[in-house]
Antibody
Framework: QVQLVQSGAEVKKPGASVKVSCKASGYTFTGHYMHWVRQAPGQGLEWMGWINPNSGDTEYAQKFQGRVTMTRDTSINTAYLELSRLTSDDTAVFYC?????????WGQGTLVTVSS | QAVVTQEPSLTVSPGGTVTLTCGSSTGAVTSGHHPYWFQQKPGQAPRTLIYDTSKKDSWTPARFSGSLLGGKAALTLSGAQAEDEAEYYCLLSNGGVRPVFGGGTKLTVL
């Protein structure tokens, strides 16, 4: 079955960058778009963008453009989310989510804490 | 971009029926928005309940159903159980490129 395993929790200082990984298994990695979703503490889900692992094409939410980069390494079936110029407002759980035309499969989430 | 609206909170009695809705600031929600519904319990990742308006994921209990109702996407729970207490999020495909989540509905079974 589909499994998305994300990297562990991170603590970063304001102004730094963070890179979160998402390793996929149980399906053809290049056949599903990979989305990234942010959830701040006690808040709702916020779509950040997607990457097409086959082509490397990306689409980012306007809010994150200029600060977010989504990449992938097809040799190890892993997608990456990098977010730069972190502020305390970026303290959140970040989820990867794999999607083709059916149900969305979710990673377990990665907590990123931004604190001085 | 569109703003997607959901009821902030709803309460249903055990065994009762409740409908959650998902509207769009750009107009009526249609099948072309491919509405999704996700369930999220505290401390857990979301799970897909409903996709493409009314299709169920393999784990989705039969008591959940999705539809279009009065220009909105709708999630109906018939025969609520205590384990259904959770946050429910809808997602609309905004022109197929940049999807948008609703703010979520906190469902209490009481």
């Amino acid at each position: 079955q589909v499994q998305l395993v994300q990297s562990g929790a991170e603590v970063k200082k304001p102004g730094a960058s963070v890179k979160v990984s998402c390793k996929a298994s149980g399906y053809t990695f290049t056949g599903h778009y990979m989305h990234w979703v942010r959830q701040a503490p006690g808040q709702g889900l916020e779509w950040m963008g997607w990457i097409n692992p086959n082509s490397g094409d990306t689409e980012y939410a306007q809010k994150f453009q200029g600060r977010v980069t989504m990449t992938r390494d097809t040799s190890i079936n892993t997608a990456y989310l990098e977010l730069s110029r972190l502020t305390s407002d970026d303290t959140a759980v970040f989820y990867c989510a794999s999607h083709s035309s059916g149900p969305v499969d979710w990673g377990q989430g990665t907590l990123v804490t931004v604190s001085s | 971009q569109a703003v997607v609206t959901q009821e902030p909170s709803l309460t249903v009695s055990p065994g009762g029926t409740v409908t959650l809705t998902c509207g769009s600031s750009t107009g009526a929600v249609t099948s072309g928005h491919h509405p999704y519904w996700f369930q999220q319990k505290p401390g857990q990742a979301p799970r897909t309940l409903i996709y493409d308006t009314s299709k169920k994921d393999s784990w989705t209990p039969a008591r959940f159903s999705g539809s279009l109702l009065g220009g909105k996407a709708a999630l109906t729970l018939s025969g609520a159980q205590a384990e259904d207490e959770a946050e429910y999020y809808c997602l609309l495909s905004n022109g197929g490129v940049r999807p948008v989540f609703g703010g979520g509905t906190k469902l209490t079974v009481l």
